[in-house]
């Protein structure tokens, strides 16, 4: 039975496989992401990760193996980016029902409510200094109602992670909201 020999040599050196195959790699990258400065570093890297771990792989196809890299770094940013889309979705859906309600205030002109829109503001402040995923996390299950397992598979999280994510979140906003804590209580009681 004969064997099947590797489309590029085992010898061959770094720069031999890059020049040889980063231009159509690169190509095949841009046809899904969009992005020339992403395609063509996401080519590079997997040409970087395969022959800085190429000891210990035996590859017997390297472009191929390669090129799979490739589609599998693609797919890994895609779902990046429709994270950060969901993510800047839903902050902007919050800062939106914040201005609505200010303006909602601004109309009223009634003391509580002026009050509320001060906590609001407060929220969305604190909001905005969190750390990005905790953020991620307290907004979509305080204000789009995801419950703690929807959470997890969305970001890729434990439901521990999730849970200690909107205990910090809560306790910096209760933090930042202590001279408010009666006005909330009442108004909550009131709605």
């Known amino acids: 039975m004969p064997t099947t020999r590797p489309v590029v040599e085992k010898g061959s050196s770094f720069e031999e496989l890059y ?3 980063r231009a ?12 020339r400065m992403v395609a063509e570093d996401i080519v590079s890297d997997c040409f970087v990760s395969y022959w800085e771990n190429r000891s210990g792989t035996v ?26 889309a969901q993510a800047h979705s839903a902050i902007q859906s919050v800062e ?9 205030t601004l109309e009223a002109n009634m003391p509580s409510t ?4 001060e906590v609001s503001e407060i929220i969305r402040r ?15 299950h305080r204000f789009q109602d995801m419950s703690y397992a929807e959470i997890a598979r969305l970001y890729h999280l ?4 999730v849970q200690s994510d909107i205990r910090s979140a809560s306790r910096q906003l209760r933090a930042a909201l202590k001279d408010y804590a009666p006005l909330v209580a009442l108004l909550t009681l009131l709605h």
């Open 19 to 21: 020049t040889k195959y």
């Open 24 to 35: 159509g790699f690169v190509s095949v990258a841009l046809r899904y992401v969009q992005n």
């Open 59 to 84: 590859v017997e196809n390297i472009p191929a193996y390669v090129l799979r890299s490739v589609r599998n770094r693609c797919l890994d940013w895609l779902r990046s980016q429709i994270n950060h």
């Open 96 to 104: 939106e029902r914040l201005m609505r309600q200010n303006i909602a």
């Open 114 to 117: 002026i009050f509320m829109s």
């Open 126 to 140: 604190e909001l905005a200094r969190m750390p990005e995923r905790t953020r991620k996390v307290f907004i979509a």
């Open 158 to 161: 434990s439901q521990g992670q």
